[in-house]
Structure formats: C-alpha cells, structure tokens
C-alpha cells in the first residue's frame, strides 16, 4: 500500500499555528479512528505525539492537537516554537496492510 | 519504562541475509499481551516503512512488499525479538527501527511508543 499523502513542507512563525493533513481511504482513516502522529528531528527516533486521532501521551505538550473529517486525518501545531522544526508523520491502521505511514511533512519554523 | 534496542551488523553484501535483534528491556514481551513488537525502516532523506509485527505467541504480519523476503521471529526467554531479511540489495540500505505497537479492543496494530533509536544498515559489496 502506498505511504498516506502529507503535504511535503509547512511552516509558520514562532507564535502561529500550522496544519498538516494526511489523506487516507475508506480502508483507514474514514473507518478507523487508529490515527497517529509522529516527530521526528533529525538523526533521532520518531516520537509519538498524538495516538487514537486526537488523543495526546503524557508528556506532550498541548500545543499539539489531532482531528479527523471524513477521508482526512490533521495534526495542528499551536503557538508554534522553534523546536517544534521538525519531520511529522502519521499512521493508520488499514484494513489492506494493516498498518500505513504516511509521505511525512517537513515543518520549518521561519 | 520499557527501552527497546536494536543490534546487528551496519553492513550487510548483497545477496546476503540482513540479521537484526530487539532487545527490550523494563518490561516483558509478554506483559498483558496489549502490544505487538515491529520493525519499521527510514531510507536515507525519505519517510518511515513499516515492516512487520509480530506478537508474543509468535504470529506475525508482514508489509506485503516484503513478506517474500521476510522472517521476524520472538524469543520470550531472552526478552527479544528479531528480523531477517533476505536476498538484499541497495534498495534495503536504510536506518531499521523497532518499536512496540499497542493493540486496539479490534485487536489490530495502533500507535508505535517507544521506538528504539535505530540502527544504520547499508548494502554494500
């Protein structure tokens, strides 16, 4: 199965709020509320931020937020700051495979 | 808390059989049964792969675009857990992670956490 389209960069401000979605089928993320986000910086391991769509580990900050419409999975950033720069992805479960990251995003604190 | 651990060698010829281990610690591979045990891989500067899972009583679920090549096996004794990957070549250079996969009440794979810190494997005669 092919990675979940992401958009390939975003950024923001310090102090902004940015979006990045992630766009599934019918067989994850329309179905299954299995969405979860990832950080990864540089030279370092991923690191879970939101799991279950919109719910958020112990630790992590409540800057960020997760959502789920339709066929589209989103992963905001509020109060942007700039050690939020940073590789974002998300995951679904998938009736198909059964699990799909999606293409990453690139996020660029200006 | 649990740590997982990867190991094995950072240069693997082609042709030959990519052998990688999980060692977890702070917790058993066993423990309530809520989790699977996965690798997933990062090609140089591109997105994450997921690979495989595997739960502790040894049944496993594999990338379709893999499964051909693909064996990942658990060892309760020693509290790991491991991936073989065969007939390599430079397309299977890549950084390998493993994490640990909760288990959803549907009994399917979710989120990864934690995740090893991953080990450089690249292809190369």
């Known amino acids: 199965q092919s990675a979940l389209p992401q958009p390939a960069s975003v950024s923001g401000s310090p102090g902004q709020s940015i979006t990045i979605s992630c766009t599934g089928t019918?067989?994850?993320?329309?179905?299954?509320?299995?969405v979860s986000w990832y950080q990864q910086h540089p030279g370092k391991a991923p690191k879970l931020i939101i799991y279950?769509?919109?719910d958020r580990p112990l630790g992590v900050s409540d800057r960020f937020s997760g959502s789920k419409s339709g066929d589209t999975a989103s992963l905001t950033i509020s109060r942007l700051q700039p050690e939020d720069e940073a590789d974002y992805y998300c995951s679904s479960y998938t009736s198909l495979s059964p699990v799909v990251f999606g293409g990453g995003t690139k996020l660029t604190v200006l | 808390q649990v740590q997982l651990q990867e190991s094995g060698p950072g240069l693997v010829k082609p042709s030959q059989t990519l052998s990688l281990t999980c060692g977890v610690s702070g917790g058993s591979l066993t423990s309530s049964g809520g989790f699977y045990w996965s690798w997933v891989r990062q090609h140089p500067g591109k997105g994450l792969e997921w690979i495989g899972n595997i739960y502790y009583s040894g049944s496993t679920e594999y990338n379709p675009s893999l499964q051909s090549r693909l064996t990942i096996s658990i060892d309760t004794s020693k509290n790991n857990f491991s991936l073989k990957l065969r007939s390599v070549t430079a397309a299977d250079t890549a950084l390998y992670f493993c994490?640990?996969?909760?288990?959803?009440?549907?009994?399917?794979?979710?989120?990864?956490?934690?995740w090893g810190k991953g080990i450089l494997v690249t292809v190369a005669s």
């Open positions: 994490a640990r996969v909760w288990r959803t009440t549907m009994l399917t794979p979710s989120w990864f956490d934690p």
């Open positions: 279950d769509v919109s």
């Open positions: 019918s067989s994850d993320v329309r179905t299954y509320n299995y």
